[in-house]
């Protein structure tokens, strides 16, 4: 079984550009996570999308971030315009519903290092 | 809101030695526990976790983890390191319906020879 796919695995870019990240989760998750890491420490949810639909974009920076998963499988995650302080690794997961309904597992992919300059 | 203190930023132990690395929960309902695992480049992937049940849970690659709710604690344990178990290890405690993961900051672990 395929793990979770990220692309690109690196980008590097000047402030005020744009920067777009992609994600294809496991076949068959229907739950779908973009976080932030930044340098030492954990992964903070940035979203979450059950099937197509946003249902947690609370800590979404909307003024400069968006993301959509439109036919609930692959995801974009975009940033426009990049701030120096975007710089950080962007992880995407999934997870399914466990044997105990609502408890599953999140399985990452390998995340994409921003570096913003 | 729930929350995961990681006390220890940094563990260095000898391999063959055992280790022990900490995390303190805070949260409201019964709690759901990780901890997961990642190595330098590479995304994080699950050690264990705690739902319910008995207290003391067997993981991945000889890792266990021992529930303690009047400790508000779950730490992570393995009795005999291995070079490779060198990596940065996270504790997380989430929801039910797993809506609001909280991850600890993380405690890096190198492995001397």
């Known amino acids: 079984e395929a793990g979770v796919v990220q692309s690109p695995r690196y980008k590097i870019i000047e402030k005020k550009q744009p920067v777009a990240f992609w994600c294809n989760p496991i076949?068959?998750?229907?739950?779908l996570y973009w976080y932030r890491q930044n340098l030492g420490q954990g992964p903070e949810l940035l979203i979450r999308?059950?099937?197509?639909?946003?249902?947690?974009d609370s800590q979404l920076p909307k003024d400069r971030f968006s993301a959509e998963r439109l036919k609930g499988v692959d995801s974009t995650l975009k940033i426009q315009p990049a701030e120096l302080g975007d710089s950080a690794v962007y992880l995407c997961?999934?997870?399914?519903?466990?044997?105990?309904?609502?408890?599953?597992?999140?399985?990452f992919g390998p995340g994409t290092r921003l570096t913003v300059l | 809101a729930q929350s995961v203190t990681q006390p220890d930023i940094h563990i260095t132990v000898s391999e063959g030695a055992s280790l022990e690395l900490r995390c303190n929960y805070s949260?409201?309902?019964?709690?759901?526990l990780f901890w997961y695992v990642q190595s330098p480049g590479q995304g994080l992937q699950l050690l264990l976790k705690?739902?319910?049940?008995?207290?003391l849970v067997q993981g991945i690659k000889g890792f266990e983890a021992e529930f303690k709710r009047s400790q508000s604690s779950f730490n992570l344990r393995k009795p005999s390191v291995h070079w490779s178990d060198a990596a940065e290890y996270f504790c997380?405690?989430?929801?039910?319906?797993?809506?609001?993961?909280?991850f600890g900051a993380g405690t890096r672990l190198t492995v001397k020879p």
């Open positions: 705690y739902f319910s049940g008995d207290t």
């Open positions: 076949s068959g998750h229907n739950t």
């Open positions: 997380a405690v989430g929801s039910y319906n797993n809506n609001d993961m909280r």
């Open positions: 999308y059950e099937n197509e639909e946003a249902v947690d």
């Open positions: 949260y409201g309902a019964t709690p759901y």
């Open positions: 997961a999934s997870s399914s519903p466990g044997r105990l309904a609502g408890v599953g597992e999140q399985f």
